[in-house]
Nanobody
Framework: VQLVETGGGRVQPGGSLRLSCAAS????????ILWVRQAPGKERAGVSC????????YDADSVKGRFTVSRDNAKNTVYLQMNSLKPEDTAVYYC?????????????????????WGQGTQVTVSS
């Protein structure tokens, strides 16, 4: 298993959650990690990306200023801190890896390039 997501749950609008994506050492060191979400009845959409090779990042317009992606090198883990959550953020969240030496540039438009996927974690924003 290369990628494992944890941290999903149910939260009220305006609340916060932090998702974790634990990766194998090789993936963590050389791949770009993209958080992807899929809401019921909708296609998968890229949310936030961070690249280990060129330091590039990507955030979808819908989450800018609310979501932050980060890395913990000691734990081989990528985090997605989600603040000011809205009902429209409700989805299954996946982390995916592209590489080696991939950039986050254009990440959201090339989901098919991502080689490894986690199993997903449910996030529900509801009062």
């Amino acid at each position: 298993v290369q990628l494992v997501e944890t941290g999903g749950g149910r939260v009220q609008p305006g609340g916060s959650l932090r998702l974790s994506c634990a990766a194998s050492r090789f993936i963590f060191d050389y791949y770009a990690i993209l958080w992807v979400r899929q809401a019921p009845g909708k296609e998968r959409a890229g949310v936030s990306c961070i690249s280990s090779s060129d330091g590039s990042r990507y955030d979808a317009d819908s989450v800018k200023g609310r979501f932050t992606v980060s890395r913990d090198n000691a734990k081989n883990t990528v985090y997605l801190q989600m603040n000011s959550l809205k009902p429209e953020d409700t989805a299954v969240y996946y982390c995916a890896a592209d590489g080696p030496y991939a950039s986050c540039r254009g990440a959201a438009s090339r989901l098919r390039d991502y080689d490894y996927w986690g199993q997903g974690t449910q996030v529900t924003v509801s009062s």
